[in-house]
């Protein structure tokens, strides 16, 4: 096994050891570093930010959320989402949309955006998972 410090592109998998003493807690400073970081990464995958319906409506059009045309719409996720979008815009609110590829779906990306979202709605904000 080698061992490595920097980031290899071409492993099909890692592990990772953290050593410490058994009272020795992360430093605060360290801790928020690796928020940032996290941060950091989630933030490259916004797609859009959503002000008002205007903005929301091209989005659902260009997205393919809502079929007028098709009779049951309304029981679909998509017009759920809108839904859901267009309360939040309505109370002031900003949607921010942000998308993970199929491929990145059991990613350390995916999983720390389902960690935010569950955060955020423990602190009192609109945050919806739109799988």
Not at 103 to 111: A, N, S
Request: aromatic share 12%.
């Amino acid at each position: 096994m080698k061992i490595r410090y920097d980031f290899v592109t071409n492993s099909s998998s890692s592990s990772f050891l953290i050593a410490a003493k058994p009272d020795e807690a992360i430093p605060k400073q360290a801790k928020l570093k690796i928020a940032e970081m996290c941060l950091s990464e989630l933030q490259q995958k916004l797609e859009k930010t959503i002000r008002t319906k205007a903005e929301l409506d091209d989005y659902a059009d260009d997205n393919d959320w809502i079929d007028e045309e098709d009779p049951e719409y309304e029981d679909t996720e998509f017009y759920e989402w809108y839904q859901y979008a267009l309360k939040e815009i309505e109370s002031g609110r900003t949607v921010k949309v942000f998308t993970i590829n199929s491929e990145e779906h059991d990613t350390i990306i995916f999983h720390l955006m389902y960690k935010t979202v569950s955060i955020l709605k423990q602190f009192g904000f609109g945050a919806l998972m739109l799988e």
